[in-house]
């Protein structure tokens, strides 16, 4: 086998990644949408061993060595480009709210492979981006909306041979421009694990029947058709589920979908997310008010564009 190439000392990336919101209701670990809420992440080869900086959200807990996320997902991606790095600086700008279902976990993944494929001249197709940012949590939806921006559809081929990676794809569908998005953050974190656990092993193919079919409704409605968002975002097979292991985001849900609001749980929560068109009305404004004083963190987001890669050469 020939040696890596090594990468110039010096060598910079600048990597800019949205957040994302996955399911959408229906969509379980389908769809995605890029949110315009950022982590930035700078790269430089160094002569030697590793250096992270990390401000903003996380700051306190993430670790500092070659456990972190993004420092893994820059080893891969520099190995699937055929380069080598003898040491990195890196530096996290972090915004998204960790654990909150806002995609924090794939923007980091996306950031570490992003950086190291700019850095290694961009060999690497957003298809190979998405594969190997995919590969670290093991479902696509986060991760293709954050490197292709927008909405996506994504799924997840498993091998017969059980030997074989999954392949993990996602394909972007344009959303209509008067969509906007307004999250609900809650001042606790939710684990995906734990989440998950509650799920049932089995469904009713009647509820598996409505899911299809308010996935469908909702691609839809993200491209052409915004006034079928409350309809799209209906959902049997997760959030009713949840609601017990994250009371404050299913009473948020509620409210707003009771006021005629696209709310959804985002992810794993615990985020409510409401998507709507144009500006926030009267009733909206009212009831973010009342999430504020609450005690939750309401943030306004426009669709985002895929993530960007500057790449400063020594």
């Given at each position: 086998m020939s040696e890596l190439a090594a990468l110039p000392v010096g060598l910079k990336?600048?990597?800019?990644?949205?957040?994302?919101?996955?399911?959408?209701?229906?969509?379980?670990?389908?769809?995605?949408?890029?949110l315009g809420i950022y982590d930035t992440v700078e790269v430089?080869?160094?002569?030697?061993?590793?250096?992270?900086?990390?401000?903003?959200?996380?700051?306190?807990?993430?670790?500092?060595?070659?456990?972190?996320?993004?420092?893994?997902?820059?080893?891969s991606g520099l190995d699937a480009a055929g380069v080598t790095a003898p040491g990195l600086r890196v530096v996290c700008h972090n915004t998204i709210?960790?654990?909150?279902?806002?995609?924090?976990?794939?923007?980091?993944?996306?950031?570490?492979v992003v950086a190291a494929n700019t850095l290694a001249g961009s060999p690497l197709d957003d298809d190979a981006v998405v594969q190997l940012s995919s590969e670290f949590e093991g479902h696509p939806d986060n991760a293709g909306a954050s490197v292709v921006g927008g909405a996506v559809v994504s799924w997840t081929d498993i091998p017969v041979d059980g030997h074989s990676k999954p392949q993990y794809r996602a394909v972007r569908i344009p959303v209509d421009p008067s969509i906007r998005a307004v999250a609900?953050?809650?001042?606790?974190?939710?684990?995906?694990?734990?989440?998950?656990?509650?799920?049932?092993?089995?469904?009713?193919?009647?509820?598996a029947r409505f899911n299809v079919s308010r996935t469908a409704v909702m691609t839809a409605a993200l491209q052409s058709h915004p006034e079928l968002l409350w309809e799209g975002t209906?959902?049997?097979?997760?959030?009713?589920?949840?609601?017990?292991?994250?009371?404050?985001?299913?009473?948020?849900?509620?409210?707003?979908r009771n006021r005629g609001y696209?709310?959804?749980l985002s992810g794993a929560g615990p985020t409510a997310m409401v998507l709507l068109t144009g500006e926030v009305d009267e009733t909206l404004s009212s009831?973010?008010?009342?999430?504020?004083?609450?005690?939750?963190?309401?943030?306004?987001?426009?669709?985002?564009g895929p993530a960007t890669a500057e790449l400063t050469r020594p």
């Open positions: 990336a600048n990597v800019r990644v949205p957040g994302s919101s996955a399911n959408l209701g229906p969509g379980f670990d389908t769809l995605g949408l890029a430089e080869v160094t002569d030697s061993g590793l250096e992270i900086e990390i401000h903003g959200e996380g700051a306190d807990d993430l670790p500092r060595d070659e456990s972190h996320l993004v420092v893994r997902a820059i080893r709210p960790q654990s909150r279902g806002l995609g924090s976990s794939a923007a980091a993944a996306v950031a570490g609900l953050v809650p001042n606790f974190h939710a684990s995906t694990e734990a989440v998950r656990e509650v799920l049932p092993s089995h469904v009713t193919h009647i509820d209906r959902d049997r097979l997760h959030q009713p589920y949840r609601s017990d292991v994250l009371p404050v985001t299913a009473e948020w849900v509620n409210r707003l696209a709310a959804y009831l973010l008010n009342d999430a504020r004083a609450a005690g939750l963190t309401v943030h306004e987001l426009e669709v985002a």
